[in-house]
């Protein structure tokens, strides 16, 4: 029996589960407008109440992926291994990850995304970059992968547009907050992308999507089925976002922080974060036997230059100057620096990465509305990290800013940011749970 | 603080009380434009999941009604009293209810709708009668209620158009069934006539929009909370609606049952259900100090053909024919009459309102959508009530229709509608509740 639209909603708001073919049928119809916009509305707030169980979640993320372009990364020799992160406040991970993972044999196939409020996006700090061009063809970007390794664009709109749209329909629906949801917007994304496997990057805490670990495992955990019943190999880290990750907020100053990575700089966090990730999608790309295995090439793939060697070549494929990758001091960061210092003595116990975040994007490093730009060259950097032990007058934290009278909105934030107390904190642990 | 509108949808969608200038500005950010209909719908559904309280529903209440005109019957002297049912197979009610009470001394303003699926409407059974006009304006509307004491017209565009407008995407994103929203819809419009108080008759069962006891007393509570918090004089009467009302279902058919009521025929349960209404409003009005009084004036005024006189004058005023009013066989029912005959003896247990109502459209006498227009002299009589006893071959309705062919793919549909038994059923009183 073929039911309408209304009757399709009517069930999902019931609490009744959808057949495959029926979800199909919600989405292609929103796709070719049979389903109106509220209708699709409708049905998305019934989701957010309902839930969806994992064979539904499956047939959505297909019914996404099918509406637009797969790509066909055939050509490309080796198991294909993208990794997904869910956003957070300093998170560069990827522009050194992706580099330093294919230089070790992992072909890295990466369509990213822009940042929205206090999240920060890889695509508009790759652009700091002069001349670094995200808007590829699909057809340059398998050549990319394949020639070099890894290849770094945004989501083309050839690229589940129905995902697109149902985005936007959720973005001012007050409907995003719904796992299943999430889950299929990202595995759609990354599915098209012709990969065979998955890491995926769950922050958990202030500066997070998701507040809690309870939250942050529920999506997780849902990614991991959802991704394995669409027959990826998928393994998901729930990381910290208590406070940012790294030294660096902002556009310029993260691309040169994960920069310093490749080098074999950087902050230790950051530098974690990168070999934990880059470890798992070594063992799923099948170029280690395990972790420890990975860690070990992963490091002599920085110590050796191969990943700074990907860097290069990836910068120039993708048109920009790769003279920064040898010397990311070329990267323009904002002249003005203004010094926050801590007004008495103590232990840092907490770095608030969502206040830290708000901060970056009120001086223009981020957006608020999709259609803003930002200012590659401002920023914030978080000197003083959880569990640093200061002394009255020490440096906190450096605004980077065109003008002194623009970081005047935020020094009391930045400075509210960082908490100090008597005693050190309770250390957090970057990596709190693997999910496979 | 003023919160963004999708901020107010995530609020509800959190099972937040919203406050009445928030609930205004949904309202009127709607009808402005500022809220887009996938955001209205969204916000539908929240509300479906997590409801309104009384306070928020008085709210939506009076931003609906505020959203058009509100009539001013200030120029017509009484306490102005209508009813609203929320609708049934063969509810004829209004037709003889409104010049019923109107002869008693209170006057009726009562703005009336059309039928939609199974449940007929009041105002396509008074435009069988040949000229007669619901579409009049509201100067009009006023001046016939005070020279008659009663007028019956249709929503004009002025009344609670963010009714219309949320009633609309209601209907199409499967939000019709919530309470909350079902009592704002009623009390705005209904509200919007300047009445003083009003009387509601909640049908249950079959053939009403709630099935089930439980369902109808909650509707029926929550519209005499609200509308007594709105300042008027509410009481509800729960009505059994598992039979059909009367034996007419149709238009002209109905329409002739209810001037029948006026002459002092008619069927029983029809006349039982008018006087009960009737008493409420007679005393509501102020024109009998308690139910018995308010019953034996209002038999008073059918046997002594005020009632029939007003009702004279209401046709005249709204343009019809009103000989109709002398002799109802003036209205025209199709010629083809099937009679549908009991296959055995019995008693009849039940008579399917529902089944009776769908069958009724499908010859034509409803429509499925706003936009069908009806055929007024087609219909069904329902002979045998539940608890009749029946002999093989006698009839258990009558099908009116234009040609023969027309009544087949009902038949077996208006057979089955009848339930026999071997003992009677236990009787079903047609009052089943009063809620004050």
Known sequence: MKRSLVELIARKRDGHKLSSDEIQQVISSLLDGQLADYQGAAFLMAVFFRGLDDEETV?????????????????????????????????????????????????????????????????????????????????????????????????????????????????????????????????????????????????????????????????????????????????????????????????????????????????????????LLGAEMLVLGGRAANADEARTRLEAAIAKGEALAVMEKMVAAQHGDARVVGDPSRLEVAKVDIAIAADRDGFVTAVDALEIGLSAVAIGAGRTRTDQAVDPAVGISVHAKPGARVRAGDTLAHIHVRTKEAATPIVDRVRAAFVLGAAPPTPSPLLQARIT
């Open 59 to 275: 047939a959505l993320t297909v019914a996404m992926l099918e509406s637009g372009q797969v790509l066909d990364l055939s050509s490309v020799r080796g198991v294909k291994v993208d990794k997904h992160s869910t956003g957070g406040v300093g998170d560069k991970v990827s522009i050194c990850l992706a580099p330093l993972v294919a230089a070790c044999g992992v072909p890295v196939p990466m369509v990213s995304g822009r940042g929205l409020g206090h999240s920060g996006g890889t695509l508009d700090k790759l652009e700091a970059i002069p001349g670094f061009r995200t808007d590829l063809d699909v057809s340059e970007f398998s050549r990319i992968v394949g020639e070099v390794g890894t290849c770094m664009i945004g989501q083309t709109k050839e690229i589940a547009p129905a995902d697109k749209r149902i985005y936007a329909l959720r973005d001012v629906t007050a409907t995003v907050e719904s796992i299943p949801l999430i889950v299929a917007s990202i595995l759609s994304k990354k599915l098209a992308e012709g990969i065979d496997a998955l890491v995926l990057d769950v922050k958990v805490g202030r500066g997070a999507f998701m507040k809690t670990a309870a939250q942050a495992r529920a999506l997780a955990e849902a990614l991991v089925r959802v991704g394995t019943r669409a027959g990826k190999k998928v393994v998901a880290l729930l990381t910290d976002m208590n406070a940012p990750l790294g030294v660096a907020v902002g556009n310029a100053n993260e691309t040169r922080e994960a920069l310093d990575i490749l080098h074999g700089k950087g902050p230790a966090d950051l530098r974690e974060c990168t070999l």
